[in-house]
């Protein structure tokens, strides 16, 4: 018990506790790992009001030595990059050269976002009327709250935090209850930085409590959301009686669309690659496969292997795995059901297919499922686990129509040589991002958006940046 952390809410540059806890465990193996404080409606409001009494003094600052704070932040995130990295692993269930990955870019993301200091802009428009002159400003929206997926959690701190500081806000981030230490950790390096007091803070909790306080509160101006469609509906109906604006980046069901004329291997090593990565629990990886019927048995066999081939167990004691656990029990369920009732539905199993024996984490063997057609739970349905449902097609039309059915919208694949068909897949896939023979992993300077259920605007880059903030445009007569 004794050396088990209890951590505490940042607020205001302080730690404060709570009598409420919640437990964090690793789901390789169940270890209770640490206790994180649930934040209630009078912590919520503490973080809120240092927020909003820090933001003012904050935007005044000039962009550039806020930017020099985000690099500080960076610094000491590559400082302590190994420590952080096991933290991710132990606490998530990431494999230790994917847990390096994510901290390293969050220090790299910090250092980009930090270079929009000298590249914030307004416009200056023509006016209809003699010796005026329009001015449209970019300014701050005010207190940004920050509530984060556990999938990326470490990332996602920055991918907030970043954008919303160098324009002049301040935030409120509630990490997910899965995987909050990471997230209380950097809050611990952040206040070892010059950082001014309020600019940043962390409460800890539940969705249901802290999470809903937060979304719900009207002094709030930017919810900016990332996690699943039923988490963002609901955030939505809380925004509802404030108006409060919203940022929501939500689930997806990416289609890897592979044609007959494909380089099959490398077709097989991204899509594998995709649905293996973070155990299948990434919003933008490989969820669904069209592949041209000419190929199909070719290329079912040679994902079947590479599947199979997977190396998986417990991260946290093993370093050399291409995948851990699911994150927890209610995940595991959940894929588990969704392979039963695919079969059910007459799917067949290529391979993999059950629940792993593998001690008390919550492992799923590496899955390929043939026979599956459009109506599928398992075609339509987030899976969210390293289980591949492929589907056979005529032909590009028929794929791209396919691909399009969905009520998910955020990334999509084409595995090609032709370059007709690939354009032709990028003009008609309904996306917000399309990869052309390869698989996921957004850039920091694109935009990373989906259409439909998958979310209202995006991150990343220079749209991603000015979503957090407002246009002001100014008339002013001579
Ligand atoms: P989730 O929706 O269960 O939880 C996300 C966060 O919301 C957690 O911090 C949780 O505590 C909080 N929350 C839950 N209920 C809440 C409520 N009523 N009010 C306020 N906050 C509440 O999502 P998750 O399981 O952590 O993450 C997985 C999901 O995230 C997947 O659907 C995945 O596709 C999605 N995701 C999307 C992106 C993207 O960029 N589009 C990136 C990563 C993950």
Redesign the pocket.
């Known amino acids: 018990m004794s050396d088990i952390t209890t951590y505490q809410h940042y607020i205001d540059n302080a730690f404060v506790g709570s009598d409420n806890l919640v437990e964090v465990r690793n789901p390789a193996n169940a270890d209770l790992l640490a206790r994180i404080p649930e934040a209630g409606n009078e912590q919520v409001e503490r973080a809120i009001a240092a927020a909003r009494a820090a933001q003012k003094g904050w935007a005044a600052k000039p962009a550039i030595e806020r930017a020099g704070y985000l690099r500080q932040i960076a610094a000491k995130v590559r400082a302590n990059a190994p420590r952080l990295a096991r933290i991710i692993t132990v606490e998530g269930g990431k494999v230790p050269a994917l847990a390096e990955v994510e901290v390293n870019f969050t220090a790299d993301y910090l250092d980009y976002m930090a270079e929009w200091a000298r590249r914030l802009e307004g416009e200056v428009l023509t006016s209809d009327r003699a010796g005026e002159h329009i001015f449209l400003l970019r300014k701050p929206l005010g207190v940004v709250a920050g ?6 959690p470490f990332f ?1 701190i920055a ?1 907030k935090m970043a954008p919303a500081l160098i324009t002049g806000n301040t935030i409120v981030i ?6 909050p230490i990471n997230c209380f950790e950097f809050a611990k390096l952040v206040a070892e930085t010059d950082l001014p007091r309020g600019v940043f803070n962390v409460v800890g ?4 409590g ?7 509160h009207a002094g709030v101006d930017l ?1 900016s ?8 509906s ?2 939505m109906a ?1 925004a509802a009686p404030n108006i409060t604006k919203l940022n ?5 069901k990416a289609p890897a669309i592979v044609l007959a004329d494909a380089d099959l291997d490398l077709a097989v090593t991204a899509i594998t690659a995709s649905r293996v990565i973070n155990t299948g ?4 990886c490989a969820e669904r496969v069209y592949v041209e019927r000419k190929v199909a048995d070719q290329f079912i066999d040679k994902i079947a292997s590479a599947m199979a081939a997977t190396r998986y167990g417990d991260p946290s004691v093993e370093s050399d795995l291409d995948m851990g656990p699911l ?1 927890n029990q209610a ?1 595991l369920d959940k894929v588990a059901q969704m392979v039963r009732t695919a079969v059910e539905q007459g799917a067949q199993v290529i391979t993999g297919g059950a629940v792993a024996d593998k001690g008390k984490g919550f492992h799923y063997q590496p899955t390929v499922l043939a026979g599956c057609a459009t109506d599928m739970e398992i075609m339509r349905k ?1 899976i ?1 686990g390293p289980v591949l449902p492929i589907q056979i097609v005529d032909d590009l039309d028929e794929a791209i129509a396919r691909a399009n059915d969905s009520e998910y919208g ?1 990334t999509s694949s084409i595995y090609t040589r032709n370059l007709s068909a690939a354009l032709k897949a990028s003009r008609e896939l309904d996306f917000g991002e399309t990869y052309i023979n390869r698989e996921n992993f957004e850039a920091m300077q694109g935009f ?3 259409t439909r259920k ?2 209202i605007g ?2 990343d880059g220079k749209h991603g940046l000015y979503e957090y903030t407002h246009t002001h445009v100014v008339y002013a007569q001579e």
């Not at 802290?210 to 719900?216: E, R």
């Not at 929501?248 to 997806?252: A, Q, V």
């Open positions: 509530i984060l997926p556990w999938n990326f996602l991918r509630k990490p997910s209850e899965e995987t909790g539940t969705g249901a802290a999470g809903s306080a937060l979304t719900s919810i959301f990332t996690g699943s469609v039923g988490t963002g609901r955030i809380a929501l980046e939500l689930g997806g629990q990434v919003c933008n994150i995940g987030e969210f955020l990373h958006a989906g998958s979310g995006g991150a």
